[in-house]
């Protein structure tokens, strides 16, 4: 079973920016499509942005020019750049990696991660 560790969730003003990593542990071959997604307070979790294994990307309009995606086939892990943080921001941000298979062959599984708090605030 592959796991994803978030890290770099935190407090930041309203205009700053933090960066957040995922990487997916296990005896990965491939993962299609990694992730964000996000659930604010008294919403549901929401998409944020992904990024395919061959390079296509989706945002929600929300972040579009604000947030960038990235990741590192390689190494399975993803990360979320976000700059020109608001408070509308505030949320759990969660990892997601879809269609993830083994080296011996297994999947393809969905995962996702425990969750980060970001808090957008003065």
């Known amino acids: 079973q592959a796991q994803l560790v978030e890290s770099g969730g935190g407090l930041v003003q309203p205009g700053g920016s933090l960066n957040l990593s995922c990487a997916a542990s296990?005896?990965?071959?491939?993962?299609?499509?990694m992730g964000w997604y996000r659930q604010r307070p008294g919403k549901q979790r929401e998409l944020v942005a992904t990024?395919?294994?061959?390079?296509?990307?989706t945002y929600a309009d929300s972040v579009k020019g604000r947030f960038t995606v990235s990741r590192d086939n390689a190494r399975h892990t993803v990360h979320l750049q976000m700059n020109n943080l608001k408070p509308e921001d505030t949320a759990v941000y969660y990892c997601y990696a879809n269609r993830i298979v083994f080296t011996t062959g297994r999947g393809p599984f969905d995962t996702w991660g425990q969750g980060t708090q970001v808090t957008v605030s003065s």
């Open positions: 990024k395919l294994l061959i390079g296509d990307e």
């Open positions: 296990g005896n990965i071959r491939t993962i299609l499509g």
